[in-house]
């Protein structure tokens, strides 16, 4: 489970996550994607969401495998799958740990952002050196 995830989170599901059809809303593992992502820019790239260069989400793709269900404990793993000039990518994946099975796989490729000229930017190298940092362990 989470195999080749260093990042991971890990969370009880809440009821606001669940729709009428008694499981988590497909919207709820996106968001969990946008804040696990989020964290992970401010504690590995080490950035602050108010500065002046950051990301912005140029493509989502979610596969969703099985439905996780209220209050079931939910790992979810984060890493950066790919890096090019001006984007890279994160994988992530929704694990149930209760039923130990995968409920999804998330992608989404990134931006790298100069939000005072609101422009794109060559991803900054202590970006990429910092991620190679992080993941390499594995």
């Known amino acids: ?58 493509r989502l793709s979610a596969d969703y495998e099985v439905a996780a269900y209220y209050r079931e404990q939910v790992a979810i793993g984060c890493r950066v799958s790919r890096f090019g000039r001006k984007s890279f990518d994160f994988s992530y994946e929704v694990w149930s740990e209760d039923r130990e099975l995968r409920c999804a796989t998330i992608l989404t490729t990134i931006v790298a952002m100069n939000y005072e000229t609101n422009a794109s930017i060559v991803i900054p190298e202590e970006w990429r050196t910092k991620v190679a940092a992080f993941e390499e362990p594995l």
């Open 1 to 58: 489970m989470l195999a080749g995830y260093r990042y991971v989170r890990r969370f009880r599901v809440p009821f606001a996550d669940i729709d009428m059809l008694r499981h988590v809303n497909n919207t709820a593992y996106i968001r969990w994607a946008e804040e696990i992502r989020s964290e992970y820019f401010v504690e590995v790239l080490a950035e602050d969401i108010t500065s002046s260069r950051g990301i912005i989400m140029a």
